[in-house]
């Protein structure tokens, strides 16, 4: 059976996937597919580091400025939105890069994980919520360190939704959410596909989201968040969640000094990476591109790449 054709290229945050999948777009005839959480909404540009129309140079993109803010996204939507990119994508000839770091998404997609019709069980879901409601984010987090210590490893305490999943799981199924996944990524992938994950010396990965967060202040992060609130954006949506997002809406609501919601964005997008890295360890299959090791000259990680696309007949 011919596979269809799939090139992921990940890596954590601020590394520096968007301007290399510009250029692999050019090379192989592709288009791009975000698996980004953030990118997919309208009005949140600055906060997401959303690729702008300006810098797309012809290269047609997915799942980007597709919702608004008031709206979920969950990976049950990821799933059904990326496969119809795929159909787009495939149909006018062209080869798929999906780009983005949201790990969870790209697995789902790389191995075709189905979770629309995922046990479980309300009345479960529904006391979890209320002890979480009652003990809060950080307790309810704790509680998946005995019971799932990977899950606790790589689940935020802020992404409490996911926390209470992977509780809720193990109560119903006895046994961790992230037993489960494994025996999901055991899965063949459905395409022929390539898996890049890019990555720097963590001294100047941490330098360089450091100064992107800067960045985004002077670019007027401020503004934006200042602008989603007055729309009646509040920090219990999703889109809201993002970081950057939460806490700029915190400087915004008098909770703390803008100058401590800075440190808290650069501080967490660290921690993000950190956490980011420890997942793409744990896929099977992925190709580890050390920029270090190109002098971090894209060109020379694009000639790399390309001769792996070409060895794995992925493109010619």
């Not at 069980?121 to 409601?133: G, K, M, P, V």
Request: glycine share 4%.
């Amino acid at each position: 059976m011919n596979r269809p054709p799939l090139v992921v290229l990940t890596g954590p945050t601020a590394v520096g996937k968007s301007d290399l999948s510009i250029e692999l777009c050019h090379a192989i005839n592709g288009a791009v597919i975000s698996a980004d959480s953030m990118q997919v909404y309208k009005h949140m540009d600055i906060g997401s580091a959303k690729i702008m129309p300006e810098e797309m140079d012809g290269i047609d993109h997915y799942l980007i400025d597709c919702l608004e803010p008031e709206e979920a996204f969950n990976i049950v939507r990821f799933q059904e939105m990326a496969k119809e990119a795929l159909k787009q994508i495939y149909a006018q000839g062209k080869i798929p890069v999906v780009v983005g770091g949201t790990g969870f998404y790209i697995q789902s997609l790389l191995y075709d994980i189905d979770f629309s019709d995922e046990c479980e069980n309300s009345q479960i879901r529904e006391e979890l919520e209320r002890e979480a409601e009652e003990i809060g984010a950080h307790a309810m987090h704790e509680k998946l360190k005995n019971i799932d210590p990977i899950s606790y490893e790589t689940i935020h305490e802020n992404n409490l939704k996911r926390v209470i999943r992977a509780i809720e799981y193990y109560k119903i199924n006895h046994e961790p959410i992230s037993k489960h996944n494994q025996t999901e990524r055991e899965k063949e992938s459905v395409y022929q596909s390539a898996y890049f994950v890019l990555n720097d010396d963590r001294a100047v990965l941490y330098d360089r989201i450091d100064r992107r967060v800067d960045l985004m202040i002077e670019q007027g992060l401020v503004e934006e968040v200042a602008a989603l609130k007055s729309r009646g954006c509040t920090r219990d949506m999703i889109s809201m969640q993002g970081l950057g997002y939460k806490e700029i809406l915190d400087y915004l609501n008098g909770e703390c000094s803008l100058e401590r919601a800075i440190y808290l964005i650069k501080r967490d997008s660290r921690h993000f990476a950190k956490r980011q890295i420890t997942w793409f360890k744990r896929e099977k299959d992925v190709i580890w591109v050390d920029k270090q090791a190109f002098d971090r000259d894209n060109d020379k990680i694009l000639a790399y790449i390309l001769e792996v696309l070409k060895d794995k007949k992925i493109y010619e």
